[in-house]
């Protein structure tokens, strides 16, 4: 499983952030062709990108192309020329605004179709869907379901605000006059899907930059529920993503001390539930302390 702890947004359109991207500490890169590139800058973009994958040095970051969406004339070309050009450094693909499951299945035949031509290894390049309007949430049970390359799903709260209509411009904070959390149902909704189908689940990007408190507090709410990252668009954003989604030294400590107190008891003692200090563990427990270790290993930790 590939840590996407802090995710980084790099417009394809920009060769100076193309190559600043690559010595920032981040888990995953996306060279985007979608909205942080003009219509005119679009085709530019993609060779941009190309040349970014094969001559730059990402080691240690999963790597991945975001394509226009399905409602778009540049989807197709966005796909081919990428991934002609440079499928062999290439690790996914993310799809934006996703709405149902036929725009992830027609993906997954098109890099099927570029995999024989080119002689990749089949199968091997992943796909992100990301989840950003009232249809695509709608349908996120069937589009999490919907193909074997499918790694994770990732919520787009600027888009989504926009296609249902609520009233904030602030992405990631409340909007003024609710009283609950506006954005507890859709990240339960998504991560409700992802788990079902063994997908991780990213949380989108943070706009107001130069608030890293502010990208610290909506962080750790998705990072709290479960979600395995966050977007991040400037490097100020790196360090607290990375911090947010791994688990605190303490509790790494913690659940590794759980797993070798269980495997000790169950096997040599065969017990079920034993006690480890004040506290009583059993299987249950060792399955949320696998969680735990496998994200703190992940961090290094
Ligand atoms: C990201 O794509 C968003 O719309 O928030
Ligand atoms: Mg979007």
Known sequence: MRSRRSVLAVPGSSPRFLEKAQTLPVDEVF???????????????????????????????????????????????????????????????????????????????????????????????????????????????????????LETLVFGPADFMASVGMRTLVVGEQPPGYEGDAYHYILMRLLMAARTHDLQVIDGPYLQIKDVEGFRRVARRSAALGFDGKWVLHPSQVEAANEVFSPAQEDYDHAELILEAYEYYTTVEKRGAVMLGDEMIDEASRKMALVVAAKGRAAGL
């Not at 394509?67 to 004339?73: A, E, G, P, S």
């Not at 070309?77 to 934006?96: F, K, N, Q, S, T």
């Open 31 to 149: 060279l985007d062709l979608e909205d942080s590139v003009a219509p005119l800058a679009k085709e530019e973009a993609r060779g941009n990108i190309v040349t970014a994958l094969r001559e730059g040095d990402w080691t240690g970051k999963t790597r991945v192309v975001r394509v226009n969406d399905l409602t778009t004339q540049w989807t197709y070309r966005d796909v081919i020329e990428v991934v002609e050009g440079a499928g062999a450094y290439l690790d996914c693909v993310m799809l934006p605004k996703v709405q149902d499951p036929t725009e992830v299945v027609w993906l997954d035949t098109l890099l099927t179709q570029i995999e024989k031509t080119m002689g990749y290894e089949p199968g091997r390049i992943g796909i992100e869907a990301q989840i950003e309007n009232a249809r695509g949430l709608v349908n996120v049970d069937a589009i999490a379901g919907s193909s074997r390359r």
